[in-house]
């Protein structure tokens, strides 16, 4: 599937939900990133994630601070020149993000931190080390 069949199965809430993992949530975001910034682009990401999960009644399966962060860390990675590459490309210099145990996020914030409840609903600022480029 490519890139635009890919976003647009997503956007239209089609996509199958086996196939809605974390690489596809990752995937989702690197094309939106490529076309905005990351101001313009978090709340595309929050909304259409939350739009999705809501088709497959799942309205507890969003997670800001998950969102927010890896939008964050993707953004960061393609501002440093990983944006003109394929998604295959991106993936293959950037494996921290596809991993299911969210290391990427966990070099930032304590296991606790990341899972309260306060990480699910809002920002938290991170208690390791600060998310890169993250002013708000």
Not at 99 to 119: I, Q, V
Request: positive net charge.
């Amino acid at each position: 599937m490519t890139d635009e069949e890919f976003l647009a199965a997503f956007e239209q809430c089609t996509l199958p939900e086996k196939e809605w993992t974390h690489r596809a949530h990752v995937r989702m975001a690197w094309i939106y990133l490529r076309r905005g910034s990351l101001a313009a682009m978090l709340p595309v990401v929050r909304r259409g994630i939350q739009r999705y999960n809501a088709t497959l009644n799942k309205h507890l399966g969003y997670h800001e601070m998950i969102t927010r962060g890896f939008v964050i860390l993707i953004a960061d990675r393609i501002g440093r020149g990983a944006g003109g590459m394929s998604f295959e490309s991106f993936c293959a210099e950037n494996p921290d993000l596809l991993d299911n145990k969210l290391t990427a996020l966990l070099a930032h914030y304590r296991r606790e931190t990341l899972f309260s409840p306060a990480a699910r609903e809002g920002f938290v600022t991170p208690d390791l080390r600060p998310l890169p480029g993250a002013n708000f």
